[in-house]
Each structure stands twice: as structure tokens, then as C-alpha cells.
């Protein structure tokens, strides 16, 4: 919880066990009454009426000691009990988070239904309470409990909500993260949160959001390593979309001038702070505009999405850092600014010979499958990308690692391509889209050369996406976000945060 920093509190596994028998014991004696009112352990509904949002927002500057003579009904799991002989104090909290103090007082509720209380009622439990508002003598907004009822017998018992969860069982258990850890639902609202508002920001520009297959009869749309599946109903193998680029820019070529699509992606590579097997993206393509166009686009909805999440284009990151990501954002050359950073100058026409001596110095290790353009790349990572905090988009990258961008109008050996730097990750790229299916093809060909010599990551010749640039497609500028990524921007988490069931071994 806010405020602590002690490490993980999960009860020891002989707790548990022992616990669990007890609370088995309740279940069975709930269970064997559910004719009864309380309806046993799991009743399929109770009666609620009301929220704990709501009272709280209706009622939370009741004045200490106040009644209100309104009745409320609520739900809510049990996170602290106190018992004092005659009265039971308990806290319930609802999915939100939000709470109140339910009274359960033998004057009220009688002798038989308090002493089941004690007996029956453990943390953790989801509880239904119906009685009056009140104010406590403390001050606490209260309900004085008149009826009661087990909504959710819980059989295990909860976390020390007091203490925060180690990372490894935040993820694997985010059902109790969710439970005992504000963080972790306010990060689920702000995911809500960007989504609504990348929906908006583009469907105001008129984009049409559409749906493209997951399994793929060739994986294509990025240079990665796919996911290999078998269609028993096809008799083939299929393959879980790396990218939905090629399906996407097809629908471009058939006439949806302005299509986007906010869905799920798999790529059969490393796990780290800002990198998952499976992430979500957004992948937008505009006919008629260029990568200078869709730049633009790529500020607007960001900057809303941080307005939508934080009220302002200035995020307050999880550890008290303020980050601002409005204003207009930097562009810079990589090859200049490689050129610079290295203190020599790197051009589209330096050798790899050269590269390879530089890289040597620096010790930059050599991608596989080495070319200009993957040195290049590492180089520039090596010198430039650390010191890129604040949004940056990286201009004009060379054409032999991009073989869907479009060859630079005026620049010979790099293709209009960006990609969008923030806090030293790169969160987000864009083209000038190649419509050319004869430079397509030969750019694709090449491809599959790199392939047939081992290249995993390599792209496949598409026959289909090829025949349907030979009907015509208009100039296109195109953009690809990582959805986790920008929440990662914007919240400071790291990937495995930002995913509510990250996948982990």
C-alpha cells in the first residue's frame, strides 16, 4: 500500500494450508443453510442498492457523529476487521478501491446473527451490508449494519495488505495485486483510459477502425521472429501476426483511405523492461499524406492520451518524476547525428569496412547478418539513443533495414522513416509508405535472400499484399505505437506493469 516498502507478505505456505481448512469449515457450514436468507456461501446476487463510490461521493463530509436516516446497501470485500465484544468494526472495499466502514452492533443485528459474524466472516471475503449512513465518532463514514450476508466466501486468505507485493508475484498473481495494490488498478484505468482516447483522437480525424486475421498464412508487416502454429481444419502450418501493416495497407489499397487498428501483435523474441512476446499496438495508415503527415497524427494522439490519463501533456511518473510530453517535439537526422556523436562523419556511402573498424573501438557488437544499414543502427543506438529523454523523432534511417518504407524523395540511401524516441525507447515509427510493387517486389526478394541464409527476423515475398499494389495504391503515410510502451511513457512503469497478465515462465 502507499507509504510502505516492505517486501513480500504472502502468508507462509503452512499458514495457508491450516487457514484454508478453517475457511473450508465455514464454506461448509454456509452451505448447509443455503435455504436460508444468506443464501450459503456463493448466493447467485444480493440485493444491492448502492456503491461505495457513490456513498462516499454523496456523503463524505458528514459531520463526526452525524445520521442520516438514509438506508444504503453495499458490497465489498472485507480488508480489515475489528472486533470489540459488542460491536465489529469492518472495512469493505469495492473493485475501485473505494471504502467504507461497516458497524455490526449487537444493539442492532441481535445476539445470533453478531455471534455469526465473528464466527463466520474472514479477510477477504465479499460481504453484503445493508443499515444507515452514519458518521462514526471518529468521523469515519459508516453504514450501521441492520442485515448482512457472505456475497463470496473467500478459502484463502489475503496478502499483509499493509506491505507491497514482490514484483514477481504482482505478475504472476494479478488478481491479488489488483486486490491490495492501488497501482495496479489505477494502471488498468489509465490503459482504459489511452485506448478510449486514441479511439477518439483518430475517429475525430476520420479514420475507420477495422479488424485483421491473428493467424497468418505467412507472417509479414515487420523484420521479427513469428510464432508457428498448426491448422488441423487447413492441414498447414499458420503463424500469430507479427504486424497487421500488410492486411492494413491492402484495405488502403481497396479504398479505406484513413484505417487504423488497436489489437494484439506476437513476436517469438527476448523479454525485458520494454519489450513482451505478446503486446498490444496501434497501426494507423492515412492515403493522400507522407511520414512529415503522419508525424503529426503521432503527436495529437499521444499528447491526448496523456491529457486523458494525467489531465495535463505533464505525466507524474510512479516515482515522483514529472515528464512533459506536449509542446512540438524535436527531429533530428540519425545519420547526423551519428555523425556527430561519433566526432566523424557517417553517411549512407560509408563503408561496412569502416563501420565494422568503428564498431571495433567502441566495442558495439556486430548484428547477425551484418549490412550498412543494421551497423548503422547499432552504432547509432550505441552513441545517440541514451541521451534522448525528451520526444525525439529520429529522421531519414537507411534503406536496406526498412523494406516497406518508401525511398527518401531527395536523399539517397535512406527511406522516409521515423521513429519516435521517449525516455530512451523507441515507442513508436512511421513511413512514407512504399506503393511501388516493382521496388516492393525487389525490396522483398532481397528479403528472403537474407532468409534463405539464415536471417530469422528476415520478411517473406507476399505474393497477396504484392498483387494488391498492382491494382493501384494511392500515396500513404503509415505509423506503428506500442500501446504498452506508451503507457510506459506516460506512467513510468516498466512493460510488465503496463500488461495486466503479462506472459512469464
Not at 459508516?142 to 499483509?160: F, G
Not at 566526432?343 to 564498431?359: N, V
Not at 540511401?413 to 521517449?422: A, F, I, N, Q, S
Not at 528476415?458 to 498483387?467: C, K, N, Q, S, V
Request: hydrophobic residues 40%; glycine residues 8%.
Amino acid at each position: 500500500m502507499p507509504g510502505s516498502s516492505e517486501p513480500a507478505v504472502e502468508p507462509p505456505e503452512g499458514e495457508v494450508f491450516d487457514q484454508k481448512a478453517v475457511r473450508l469449515a465455514k464454506r461448509e457450514r454456509l452451505t448447509a443453510v443455503r435455504a436460508d436468507a444468506a443464501g450459503g456461501a456463493y448466493p447467485v446476487s444480493v440485493p444491492v442498492t448502492d456503491t461505495i463510490p457513490e456513498l462516499r461521493t454523496w456523503f463524505g463530509d458528514l459531520e463526526t457523529g452525524a445520521e442520516t436516516g438514509v438506508t444504503a446497501a453495499v458490497s465489498g470485500r472485507v480488508v480489515f476487521t475489528r472486533n470489540t465484544g459488542k460491536l465489529c468494526f469492518v472495512t469493505l472495499q469495492s473493485g475501485d478501491g473505494s471504502r467504507i466502514q461497516a458497524m455490526v452492533s449487537l444493539t442492532v443485528v441481535g445476539e445470533e446473527s453478531l455471534q455469526a459474524w465473528k464466527e463466520l466472516v474472514d479477510l477477504g471475503d465479499h460481504v453484503f451490508v445493508s443499515g444507515q449512513v452514519i458518521s462514526s465518532r471518529r468521523g469515519e463514514l459508516s453504514i450501521l449494519v441492520s442485515e448482512w450476508r457472505i456475497a463470496a466466501k473467500a478459502i484463502l486468505p489475503l496478502p499483509n495488505i499493509h506491505s507491497e507485493l514482490s514484483e514477481e508475484s504482482r505478475v504472476r498473481s494479478r488478481f491479488l495485486d489488483l486486490i491490495v495494490r492501488d497501482q495496479a488498478r489505477e494502471t488498468v484505468l489509465a490503459r482504459a483510459k489511452v485506448n478510449s482516447s486514441l479511439r477518439t483522437t483518430l475517429a475525430d480525424r476520420e479514420y475507420l477502425e477495422i479488424e485483421t486475421p491473428m493467424l497468418q498464412v505467412q507472417p509479414g508487416g515487420a523484420s521479427a521472429r513469428p510464432f508457428v502454429t498448426r491448422s488441423n481444419a487447413f492441414d498447414t502450418d499458420l503463424y500469430l501476426r507479427i504486424a497487421p501493416e500488410l492486411l492494413l495497407k491492402r484495405a488502403v489499397g481497396g479504398g479505406i483511405d484513413r484505417v487504423f487498428e488497436i489489437n494484439r501483435n506476437f513476436r517469438n523474441e527476448g523479454a525485458d523492461s520494454t519489450h513482451s512476446p505478446e503486446f498490444a499496438m496501434l497501426e494507423a495508415y492515412e492515403a493522400y499524406s507522407d511520414y512529415h503527415g503522419i508525424a503529426d497524427l503521432t503527436q495529437e494522439p499521444i499528447q491526448n492520451a496523456a491529457i486523458a490519463v494525467a489531465g495535463s501533456t505533464t505525466v507524474t511518473w510512479t516515482d515522483g518524476t514529472e515528464f512533459y510530453l506536449g509542446g512540438e517535439w524535436d527531429r533530428l537526422s540519425m545519420y547526423e547525428s551519428l555523425s556527430q556523436a561519433a566526432g566523424r562523419e557517417i553517411t549512407p556511402d560509408t563503408s561496412l569496412d569502416e563501420l565494422r573498424a568503428l564498431a571495433t573501438v567502441e566495442g558495439v557488437e556486430e548484428p547477425s547478418h551484418v549490412i550498412h544499414g543494421k551497423l548503422v543502427e547499432e552504432l547509432w543506438e550505441h552513441f545517440v539513443k541514451g541521451d534522448l529523454e525528451r520526444p525525439t523523432l529520429v529522421m531519414d534511417l537507411p534503406i536496406g533495414t526498412r523494406p516497406l518504407a518508401r525511398e527518401h524523395r531527395s536523399i539517397a540511401g535512406v527511406v522516409e522513416k521515423w521513429d519516435l524516441y521517449v525516455r530512451g525507447f523507441e515507442l513508436a515509427t512511421g513511413y512514407s509508405e512504399l506503393v511501388d510493387p516493382v521496388i516492393q517486389r525487389e525490396r522483398l526478394v532481397e528479403q528472403a535472400k537474407l532468409a534463405a541464409r539464415g536471417d530469422a527476423e528476415a520478411m517473406l515475398i507476399d505474393e497477396e499484399f504484392l498483387r494488391a499494389l498492382e491494382y493501384g495504391m494511392p500515396p500513404t503515410g503509415g505509423m506503428g505505437m506500442g500501446i504498452d510502451r506508451l503507457l510506459i511513457a506516460i506512467t513510468g512503469l516498466g512493460i510488465r506493469d503496463t500488461i495486466l497478465f503479462p506472459l512469464v515462465k
